[in-house]
Every structure is written in structure tokens, then in C-alpha cells.
């Protein structure tokens, strides 16, 4: 049974820096491209960052400069490191793991930015 388990959310202020971590397992995680997402209150869901099995990075315009995708194979884990946060950084975000047809998505790590 494949799992994504997200982990280290949580409350900071404006200005900090928080790490993501998204743990898999039950799949061969290094065939994967892994993906952060993120659904604010009263937004919809919107892509963050990617990375694939070459490690090629993709990052959306909001989080260019601050947010760094990085994957360690060996762990089965992909990270966020998110610096620099901004209150508008506030959601749930959400690991998603990508081969062809096969999707898998967490459950979600709430990430709250206070001003």
C-alpha cells in the first residue's frame, strides 16, 4: 500500500522558515516525480514546486527565491524548505508523488504565517 506522510507544519511568523518533509513508501520513490501543492482558505488547489527524477526543478512565481524542492532517494523523502515566509504562504500543503498513470497524494501538513 503506497503512503505519502507529510510532516513539519505548523505556526510561525512572518519572516521565518519552516521544512517540509514528505515521507513514501510502498513505491520505488526515485521513479517518481515529487510535487508540493497547496489549498489556502477560499482558494483553490495550486501547484508549489516539483521535482523529477533528475532532479529538475520547477517552481511557481509566488515562491521563486524562497522555497527550495529537494528529494533524497535513499529516504524516500521529498522536501520543502521554505524561507522568507509570507502570511499569504498560509495552507495545507500537500506532497504528490507522479510516475505515467500512478498519482499518490498526502493527507496534508498545515503551514499557518503569522503577520
Known amino acids: 500500500q503506497v503512503q505519502l506522510v507529510e510532516s513539519g507544519g505548523g505556526l510561525v511568523q512572518a519572516g521565518g522558515s519552516l521544512r517540509l518533509s514528505c515521507a513514501a513508501s510502498?513505491?520505488?520513490?526515485?521513479?517518481?516525480?515529487a510535487g508540493w501543492f497547496r489549498r489556502a482558505p477560499g482558494k483553490e488547489h495550486e501547484f508549489v514546486a516539483s521535482?523529477?527524477?533528475?532532479?529538475?526543478?520547477t517552481y511557481v512565481d509566488s515562491v521563486q527565491g524562497r522555497f527550495t524542492i529537494s528529494r533524497d532517494n535513499a529516504k524516500n523523502t521529498v522536501y520543502l524548505q521554505m524561507n522568507s515566509l509570507k502570511p499569504e504562504d498560509t495552507a495545507v500543503y500537500y506532497c504528490?508523488?507522479?510516475?505515467?498513470?500512478?498519482?499518490?497524494w498526502g493527507q496534508g501538513t498545515q503551514v499557518t504565517v503569522s503577520s
Open positions: 504528490r508523488a507522479r510516475m505515467r498513470t500512478y498519482t499518490y
Open positions: 510502498g513505491l520505488t520513490f526515485s521513479n517518481y516525480e
Open positions: 521535482i523529477t527524477r533528475s532532479s529538475d526543478r
